[in-house]
């Protein structure tokens, strides 16, 4: 069954500090792999889309990487700030025309002073 | 329209009556999903459709739920008989092809927040 697991399910951290959020997911054929983030009270917005060819994918203080071999991917966040609290969401595109997008449940981030 | 726009914003309706969700994707996305969000919680797949037809309606709750799609674009969420335990923020979004294409991106509507009490 194609699934996305994203861990861990709610971090705190203080500002300045960095962080890392887990993907994995059992998703085959895969076509490609976002991470989302979701301000409170806002739709999700795309960060970063790695093919399964990319290996990482940086959105200024955000980098993705992907290791299609173990089917995990990460999202590091540098020198994190207080507008980087909110959910961030893994989603994969199976490379399978008709099936939906698999999306995990995301992971809460809370950026402290 | 520029973005996917979902009305109502907001939603307050009294416990037992039917409401409605309506979602304009953007044009041209064949792909259209709905996801409801409860207070603290992730997204919580309801059902996905390729133009009028819905391959995965695996995700809602209940027969209470129903979700139909019109001229390949706009779709209606339909919650029957509501309770309190409905009470969430209804997510649209909507792609492209919705699979195989290598760089397709869903866009998200801003939700209604439905609170049933």
């Known amino acids: 069954k194609n699934q996305v697991e994203q861990s861990p399910q709610s971090l705190i951290i203080l500002e300045g500090k960095n962080c890392t959020l887990q993907c994995n997911y059992t998703v085959s054929p895969f076509s490609n792999l976002r991470w989302y983030k979701q301000d409170t009270g806002r739709g999700p917005v795309s960060l970063t889309i790695m093919t399964f060819s990319e290996n990482t994918k940086s959105n200024g203080r955000y980098t993705a990487t992907l290791d299609a071999d173990t089917k995990q991917s990460s999202l590091h966040i540098t020198a994190s700030q207080l507008s980087d609290s909110a959910s961030y969401i893994c989603?994969?595109?199976?490379?399978?025309?008709?099936?939906?997008?698999?999306f995990g449940k995301g992971t809460t981030l809370s950026v402290s002073s | 329209g520029a973005g996917v726009s979902q009305s109502p914003s907001n939603k307050v309706t009294e416990k037992g009556k039917d409401v409605e969700l309506r979602c304009d994707p953007i044009?041209?996305?064949?792909?259209l999903y709905w996801y409801r969000q409860s207070l603290g919680q992730g997204l919580e797949f309801l059902i996905y459709?390729?133009?009028?037809?819905?391959?995965?309606k695996s995700g809602l709750p209940s027969d209470r739920f129903s979700a139909e799609r019109t001229g390949g674009s706009v779709s209606t969420l339909t919650i029957q008989r509501t309770q309190q335990e409905d009470s969430a923020v209804y997510l649209c979004a909507s792609s492209f092809a919705g699979t195989g294409a290598p760089r397709t991106e869903a866009f998200f509507g801003q939700g209604t927040r439905l609170t049933v009490v």
């Open positions: 459709f390729q133009g009028n037809s819905a391959p995965d």
């Open positions: 044009s041209g996305h064949t792909a």
């Open positions: 989603v994969v595109n199976p490379n399978q025309a008709g099936t939906a997008l698999i």
